[in-house]
């Protein structure tokens, strides 16, 4: 189902006449400059994107919902600002983004890719988004999501999976599939994304985009509905990691509203005129280049730790110990939170009502067996068993003391690098239906991703190679807590001496429908 796509398609062709036939291909600071210079207007580059949308998302399906009534008026409110030119206006002001799914729209619909939240329309709007609508962001719509961001490939969707823009055959990615696929496929310049065991890190490799996971507590999660609270961590997706840099800016700060926001002030991220990194201590962790791994994987990412090594960089061999516990972990804890978290949706307070004339708890059971995927009700499951009694201690209890020791793992490692780089996943984009039957299979691509989320510290992935089939390769930096512009700073001189990041999937032009 898309929200209001259908009866604006009139309007949005308006604006087509005249406008320049590259402006979904800009990238954001030439969309910000062509705005402030009136080379085109926000409701033009709205409507490129809203036409680039109708011709691709029917394959690829990167959207659950479309919003293109709200788009247009906030970029017609944008263009009588921009045509003003007496006041100081917005730093975003006029640039159409896309926001996943798990992150509250105030009278926009919030499935969290879900049945049971399929019409939920929240009355508010998350801190994350809300500050960006002030900078000036003009919203496209909500993008698919694995349910309640529980998966690594988006197929966990009630609506339907996301496709690969490199290729059709092969999954985008997980939990943040449609934000990564909607940026590749040039239908956003940039949209919003949600990582709690590597949801915006995993997708931006296999679709070869740049994406930021912050540190926890740096943005605000006041309004992302929630997954596991002690993870959840809202983020960026975009083409490179200047436009990341961009929009993080004006996302990141304390909340009140949210009680793990933490009051540390955010810099301005001024990124380098030059890809010189002299000096620069480049951790390589050996326990992220396990037997098994992709070939190419290794290899490229090994050769974008030796291209910064001759941008001045000093690789250093280090250790992770506590790695290879990551994955039971996070499968322990992230579980657990999320069966305390999902207890609310019981037909009572959210979403339609199943069995209710059998009683209460018939209505219960109806309810969340009917309208949860298998996905959810495995790890609702899991986490209710890892919280019960007799089993919380040696479970749950136990994983959070073994969290710690991965988290020590890594102050004691930025004690002697600046950062750590590896893969963001053991391989390149998967098959879909390749791990279908086989959940351990698909935990797996996780496998370098959680522990960031388990320390709480930020990363940063973005392409470095692709593989023999042409799907993208990612490497992932990792930096201790707050340290987010040491991340745009690498990850932006890599990209001003490297040409991955500009390549682009072979998708038909504006002028060319798909068949």
């Not at 490129?48 to 008026?73: M, V």
Request: net charge negative.
């Amino acid at each position: 189902m898309r929200l209001q796509q259908r009866k604006t398609n009139s309007k949005s062709r308006r604006f087509l006449v005249n406008r320049m036939p590259d402006l979904t291909q800009l990238t954001i600071s030439e969309a910000l400059t062509g705005l402030r210079s009136r080379d085109f207007s926000s409701q033009e580059l709205t409507a490129a994107y809203i036409q680039r949308i109708e011709e691709l998302d029917p394959k690829i399906h990167a959207f659950i919902t479309l919003t293109p009534e709200l788009a247009f008026e906030k970029a017609g409110i944008a263009d009588q600002m921009l045509a003003a030119e007496d006041r100081e206006l917005p730093p975003l002001l006029g640039l159409p983004i896309a926001v996943k799914d798990v992150l509250c729209l105030a009278n926009v619909r919030c499935t969290c890719g879900s049945k049971i939240l399929e019409n939920f329309i929240p009355p508010y709007t998350a801190s994350s988004v809300s500050r960006l609508l002030d900078a000036g962001v003009v919203p496209l719509g909500k993008t698919n999501t694995d349910e309640f961001a529980m998966g690594s490939s988006t197929e966990n969707s009630a609506y339907g999976p996301t496709r690969n823009p490199w290729n059709f055959e092969h999954v985008p990615g997980g939990s943040s599939g449609g934000s990564a696929a909607a940026v590749a496929g040039g239908m956003a310049p940039a949209a919003l994304g949600t990582d709690t065991g590597g949801s915006v890190r995993q997708p931006c490799a296999f679709c070869g985009t740049t994406g930021i996971k912050p540190t926890y507590g740096r943005v605000s999660r006041y309004g992302l509905i929630a997954y596991g609270s002690s993870l959840d961590t809202a983020g960026v997706i975009a083409r490179n990691a200047a436009d990341t840099a961009l929009l993080f800016q004006h996302m990141a700060g304390f909340d009140p509203l949210d009680a793990t926001s933490v009051n540390t002030p955010v810099p301005t991220y001024q990124l380098p005129d030059s890809p010189d990194l002299h000096g620069l201590r480049i951790g390589v962790p050996d326990e992220y280049f396990l037997q098994g791994i992709q070939p190419e994987v290794e290899s490229f990412v090994k050769a974008a730790v030796t291209q910064l090594e001759s941008q001045g960089a000093v690789p250093v061999p280090i250790s992770l110990p506590y790695t290879e516990y990551a994955l039971p972990v996070y499968y322990i804890i992230a579980p657990a939170e999320a069966s305390a978290n999902l207890a609310r949706y019981d037909g009572v307070r959210f979403g339609p009502r199943l069995g209710t004339e059998e009683g209460l708890q018939e209505m219960f059971k109806q309810t969340r067996g009917q309208l949860f995927g298998s996905e959810v009700k495995r790890r609702i499951m899991l986490g209710t068993y890892a919280l019960s009694a007799g089993y919380y201690e040696a479970f749950y209890g136990k994983a959070q003391k073994v969290r710690t020791l991965i988290k020590e793992d890594f102050i004691r490692a930025f004690e002697d690098v600046d950062v750590i780089a590896a893969p963001v996943a053991p391989t390149t984009a998967f098959k879909f239906g390749q791990h279908s039957d086989d959940p351990l299979a698909m935990y797996l691509e996780d496998i370098f991703t959680l522990p960031a989320n388990l320390a709480g510290i930020p990363g940063l992935a973005f392409p470095v190679g692709y593989d023999k089939n042409g799907l993208p390769i990612g490497m992932q930096l990792m930096a201790p807590p707050f340290k987010e512009d040491l991340l745009f700073r690498v990850g932006h001189a890599y990209q001003l001496a490297t040409e991955w990041h500009n390549k682009k999937p072979s998708l038909p032009t504006m002028d060319n429908q798909l068949k």
